[in-house]
């Protein structure tokens, strides 16, 4: 009753390793306001947009292509999408700076642009250190973003440019984060 799978608009990982190609796709999120956003992140550090992810037909779906060559080339451990603009999101990286040592960062903020089909994007690692971050998560009522790492939780309030400790007594393992924090 609910049809075949079918593939979901162009693909995501065709091209060379000079291009970022191959691999595979690891993180996807969907706008909790726009049914017709959807971030995509491969496991080589491409990033991609999708404005009619919502489409009846899969195959009309398109992605647009968001990263730089200045945007970390490892794998996108995370996208939060901000639930006030599903033009902006937060994006993690993780693996060590010291394997793409031209792509420094580990959080990023990116900001697209329909008008121009490009993004900007903010690196918002700061103080974090070179350490893989695995997951990512914003909370909207305060704008405050969160990062997960083999170390423990940090938090970066909202207009802060320094990460603290989201909390005490917290085990330092490695956490996922899926989805967004309650509100």
Request: hydrophobic share 35%; with cysteine.
């Amino acid at each position: 009753p609910c049809g075949d799978w079918q593939p979901l608009g162009n693909s995501l990982t065709i091209g060379s390793a000079k291009d970022r190609g191959g691999q595979f796709v690891v993180a996807v999120e969907r706008s909790r306001t726009d049914d017709g956003t959807l971030w995509a992140g491969t496991r080589v550090g491409r990033v991609f947009i999708s404005k009619n992810a919502d489409d009846a037909q899969p195959r009309n779906v398109r992605f647009t292509r968001l990263d730089t060559p200045s945007t970390p080339g490892r794998f996108v451990s995370g996208i939060a999408v901000d639930p006030a603009d599903p033009n902006h999101a937060w994006i993690s990286y993780s693996g060590y700076e010291a394997y793409t040592p031209g792509e420094p960062g580990h959080v990023f903020e990116a900001r697209y642009s329909p008008a121009t089909g490009t993004a900007s994007f903010v690196d918002r690692s700061y103080d974090l250190g070179d350490q893989p971050v695995t997951g990512i998560a914003y909370f909207g009522a305060t704008g405050d973003v969160y990062a997960a790492t083999d170390f423990g939780v940090l938090r970066l309030p909202a207009g802060a440019s320094h990460w603290e400790t989201a909390g005490s007594g917290l085990p330092t393992a490695r956490f996922t984060f899926c989805g967004f924090l309650p509100r």
